[in-house]
């Protein structure tokens, strides 16, 4: 079922169950009213017979006459019945015994004459006064009420459906748009755009915020696309850097194997190349544990790390393995962060043999650490080439290379960004390139901080 009708359906309901409780109430309260006015005439005619004594009868005609009632005034006795009033209904046959006796005291009804209520008063002897008026005016005066009552919900009914449709109608047609819109997206219809909304209203936002959520989808699905293109370039490369040292171990190894081995000089530099191979493999499998150990879960990690002893330790070896280039370094003391020493050490060894590998020695280099708020912030650039303008655009991604051919030509395995942004991922940081004012690249991370004051040991 619809919501339009789902709606209509329970304003229709509570319109016709307030209409029939409000007016069911006033029938209820008419009827009563009318019937108690019947009771005081004959409690009233009753009260005037009290202190006439020998005068009940004309006591009781005078007051009837007096008030214009329309009642039966009889005299009973014993088994004769003498009518002393004229009235516009008949009474046949005369109630019982019990109800005459019964009212002498109270009101009584009774279905004879079409309806009526009545008294009685106790004359000398074994005779009754007995006085009747007819209920039938209340009767059709309820009866009036409830058709009255049963036209009014109909039409309440019929105002409130139309207003139910006006009211719902806007925002129905809004639900149904989006339902459609729904269902060209779970079809792949291509250019399917969500309209915005500037109202208010519980749909409005339903809208906003599904536009909202399909805009994140999208950006998701086109992520999740380029990571997908990502990793299938990755484990081609992967691939290919496992496969080259394989192939030259393969092709030394049969050249050792065989009986036609030139010299042992030449086998000396058959296994040193071997060697060289095996390291190679090593060192690739070596970042491959690495990527897929961080990317395996969340760590916490409670080693409180140096970081600014660590970065001077490696700018240390840096400036000791190239003593011709220009450093400035500022790096504050005291900083300490919550993570991995060996994974901080690899991220600032990345960095800096990225340097050495891409950058010419007479490019200088700035490195910078300090504190900002609970961050620590490490600024490392250089005046190289820098990276295409799409680096800076898109940052740093897993599984992605710059340069597709630079880092076999250069000796790198390929995996150094993965690692990179992997490890600053897994202690909850950041990680970013810029240019440089250098002219180069600007690796900025930013880790949050551990806290000044040394653990206690």
Same mark, same amino acid.
């Given at each position: ?59 009781? *005609? +005078? ?22 009033? *004229? ?31 009545? @008294? ?26 409830? +058709? ?24 129905? @047609? ?54 997908? *293109? ?211 690249? *600007? ?5 949050? @901080? ?8």
């Amino acid at each position: 079922m619809r919501l339009r009708t789902r709606f209509s359906l329970v304003v229709l309901a509570m319109v016709t169950l307030i209409s029939l409780l409000v007016g069911s109430y006033a029938v209820i309260t008419t009827k009563n009213l009318q019937l108690s006015i019947i009771d005081h005439n004959l409690d009233e005619i009753v009260a005037s017979t009290k202190g006439a004594k020998g005068e009940q009868i004309s006591s009781a *005609l +005078l007051t009837v006459r007096r008030n214009n009632l329309d009642a039966v005034v009889d005299f009973v006795d014993g088994t004769s019945v003498s009518q002393l009033s *004229l009235a516009t209904f008949h009474i046949h046959p005369r109630p019982s015994k019990t109800l005459v006796h019964d009212a002498l005291t109270t009101v009584e009804s009774s279905t004879l004459g079409g309806g009526i209520r009545f @008294r009685t008063v106790k004359l000398p002897g074994k005779t009754y006064l007995f006085i009747a008026v007819s209920s039938q005016q209340a009767q059709r005066s309820v009866h009036n009420l409830l +058709l009255r009552l049963v036209l009014f919900t109909v039409i309440a009914d019929l105002v409130a459906a139309v207003a139910a449709q006006l009211i719902i109608r806007r925002d129905t @047609r809004k639900i149904e748009e989006l339902i459609g819109l729904a269902n060209d997206l779970a079809d792949n219809k291509p250019n399917v755009v969500l309209p915005e909304t500037s109202g208010q209203s519980d749909v409005d936002q339903l809208s906003s915020a599904l536009r909202r959520m399909v805009g994140a989808l999208n950006q998701s699905v086109v992520l999740e696309r380029d990571t997908s *293109l990502r990793m299938q370039q990755f484990l081609g490369d992967a691939s290919h850097e496992l496969r080259t040292p394989l192939t030259v171990i393969r092709g030394y190894t049969e050249l050792l194997h065989s009986e036609n081995v030139p010299s042992v000089e030449v086998q000396q530099r058959a296994l040193g190349r071997v060697n060289d191979e095996v390291l190679r493999m090593e060192g690739l499998i070596s970042d491959l544990l690495l990527l897929a150990e961080l990317g395996e879960h969340s760590h916490t990690y409670d080693e409180r790390v140096d970081l600014s002893t660590l970065v001077k330790d490696h700018l240390d070896d840096f400036q000791l393995l190239e003593p011709d280039r220009s450093v400035d370094a500022n790096v504050e003391a005291n900083l300490f962060v919550a993570g991995s020493s060996s994974h901080l050490g690899r991220l600032v060894q990345n960095i800096l043999s990225n340097i050495r590998r891409h950058t010419a020695t007479s490019d200088p280099v700035s490195v910078q650490l300090r504190q900002r708020g609970d961050v620590v912030e490490l600024n490392i650039e250089d005046g190289g080439s820098g990276l295409p303008a799409s680096a800076y655009e898109h940052g740093p991604q897993g599984f992605m290379r710059f340069d597709q051919g630079r880092s076999r030509e250069s000796g790198g395995s390929g995996l150094g960004m993965s690692i990179m942004v992997a490890i600053v991922q897994d202690l909850n940081g950041t990680l970013d390139f810029r240019p440089s004012q250098l002219g180069g690249l *600007l690796v900025a991370v930013s880790i949050p @901080r551990y806290g000044a004051t040394p653990l206690e040991s």
